[in-house]
């Protein structure tokens, strides 16, 4: 461990990388949503766009370096299993819109010449469309998914359609209104002074540790949710919890919010229905996953993900709990 008086060096990691899904460049225009005619003029706009997705499935046109995931929507809405439309706003003035269509229909086009087709979490990781492409696809993502997931009413039963440009769906036999929902979910690295937290999923690549999370649950804070989480999956309590970031998951509908967590405690139990395991890394260790350059090949998650963006910040001394 390193003994120094006031703040440890800062590493050298190079410019932040841009966080996936994030920043959006469009403007939603929801006033435009609920007027029929504004709607149907974005529609006929020349410069209208749709992105097309089948459930987990993104369809680009195939390109080189990036594909291109934009279609018009005439196109979008031909395709084979073509179901709602979302108007997602406008960027630079143009309209865009997501189109949803099967997943079978969206796996038939990947032998299709001219296609590419393949999940977001690919396309992200892997940068094959231009960043500003993220966000308003995370967004089609997730709504589309809502409205697959509530063709029938929760309340009676009854057969829902999509009003409102696709961001809401009305019942007509009790009249009830439905809006798509975000799942909130907490993602937090508890801090132990030149150490923090990183757990392992039985899910991730084996080098990978990250920090880590669940969904809030009902009637809970962020702030609860961070301290149960934490006891939970590590047997670790945590004291004062300072918000980092937060970052629209479209995997189906989360919100990542973001967190440094004080840890009052140091003895780890192990949720091992929930995680393969969970250690204490030392500074100097995290800085090189975060480089790529650990000796034994650990990683942290990559940047488009907002693991990689909380580690990172506790590294460079900006937790707060230094
Ligand atoms: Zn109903």
Redesign the pocket.
């Known amino acids: 461990m390193r003994i120094s008086a006031g703040m440890p060096p800062r590493p050298d990691l190079g410019p932040k990388p841009r966080l996936g899904y994030a920043n959006s460049r469009i403007e939603r225009a929801a006033e435009k949503r609920v007027d029929d005619k504004a709607l149907a003029a974005a529609a006929a706009d020349p410069r209208a766009a749709a992105y097309v997705i089948g459930w987990d499935l993104i369809v680009m046109k195939k390109g080189a370096p990036l594909s291109d995931p934009l279609f018009t929507l005439a196109q979008a809405r031909g395709m084979d299993g073509a179901a709602e439309s979302i108007f997602l706003g406008l960027i630079d003035g143009a309209p865009r819109f997501g189109v949803g269509i099967t997943a079978a229909a969206a796996a038939a086009l990947k032998t299709r010449d001219g296609f590419h087709v393949t999940d977001l979490r690919s396309i992200a990781v892997q940068g094959l469309v231009a960043p500003d492409h993220l966000p308003p696809i995370a967004e089609a993502k997730a709504v589309l998914h809502w409205h697959t997931r509530h063709r029938f ?6 057969a ?1 359609h999509p009003v409102c440009g696709g961001w809401k769906r009305d ?6 209104e439905h809006f798509p929902r975000t799942d909130p979910v907490v993602i937090m690295l508890a801090i132990d002074g030149e150490r923090c937290l990183l757990g392992r999923s039985p899910r991730f690549v084996p080098t990978m540790w990250s920090c880590l999370a669940g969904f809030i649950e009902p009637g809970e804070s962020v702030e609860d949710a961070v301290h149960r989480e934490t006891r939970e999956e590590a047997g670790i309590t945590c004291g004062r919890v300072r918000y980092f970031a937060s970052q629209p998951w479209p995997f189906p509908t989360s919100l990542m919010i973001g967190a440094h967590a004080e840890a009052l405690t140091t003895d780890i139990v192990v949720d091992r229905e929930e995680l393969e395991d969970a250690r204490w890394f030392y500074r100097d260790e995290v800085v090189s996953m975060l480089k790529r350059q650990h000796p034994q090949g650990l990683t942290t998650p990559p940047p488009v993900a907002i693991a990689h963006h909380i580690i990172r910040a506790w590294v460079e001394g900006e937790s707060g709990f230094d």
């Open positions: 009413c929760p309340n009676c039963g009854a829902t019942c007509p036999q009790c009249k009830t």
